[in-house]
T-cell receptor, first 114, second 117 residues
């Protein structure tokens, strides 16, 4: 149990569908992250939220839309995705301002685009 | 710019033998260094970190890592490998000279450790 829960664990969707990924952390952290993990590529940081405000968006396509309603919850809304978006999407949390502390990861959502 | 290199895509070792997974880094300031492990169908799990002080850091499951500033390396080691250690290992670095969530954790591409019985 990592303290970071992601749902669903697996998602198959067509390119015209709209779906959302959910992340919840029970660690009392105030920063949350979305990462994309593709085979044979470095982990890609997509979005960073600190104190519920987006502080970084690493040039992610607009078909990915994050939402952070409070410090414990993070969503990634998906629409009109492309086949190259198939990947493992990981959520993480940490205590902002404490660079020495590790990030804690959920088990990810395996996304497949048909 | 910060970067991390894991030069080996895969490391093979026999059970009971010592293992080493290599990592080198580049930061403009002083580093915080981390190792994570990822088992199949799971997220990344924190193993150990170097912050300051003793260059030899001990972590979970009998793993340790040695910080070498002159060689800018942070290799992961274990004296005696177990089959259950087989997983994907990631090294990560952060520049410790400023804080905040925008101080990104930069990951390597990962090294697959395969321990044969």
């Amino acid at each position: 149990e990592t303290g970071v829960t992601q749902t669903p664990r697996h998602l198959v969707m067509g390119m015209t569908n709209k779906k959302s990924l959910k992340c919840e952390q029970h660690l009392g952290h105030n920063a949350m992250y979305w990462y994309k993990q593709s085979a044979k590529k470095p982990l890609e940081l997509m979005f960073v939220y600190s104190l519920e405000e987006r502080v970084e968006n690493n040039s992610v396509p607009s078909r990915f839309s994050p939402e952070c309603p409070n410090s414990s919850h993070l969503f990634l809304h998906l629409h009109t995705l492309q086949p190259e978006d198939s990947a493992l999407y990981l959520c993480a949390s940490s205590q902002d301002g404490l660079s020495r502390q590790p990030q804690h990861f959920g088990d990810g959502t395996r996304l497949s685009i048909l | 710019a910060q970067s991390v290199a894991q030069p080996e895509d895969q490391v093979n070792v026999a059970e009971g033998n010592p293992l080493t997974v290599k990592c080198t880094y580049s930061v403009s300031g002083n580093p915080y260094l981390f190792w994570y492990v990822q088992y199949p169908n799971r997220g990344l799990q924190f193993l150990l970190k170097y912050i300051t002080g003793d260059n030899l850091v001990k972590g979970s499951y009998g793993f340790e890592a040695e910080f070498n500033k002159s060689q800018t390396s942070f290799h992961l080691k274990k004296p005696s490998a177990l089959v259950s250690d087989s997983a994907l290992y990631f090294c990560a670095v952060r520049d410790r000279d400023y804080g905040g969530a925008t101080n990104k954790l930069i990951f390597g591409t990962g090294t697959l450790l395969a321990v044969q019985p």
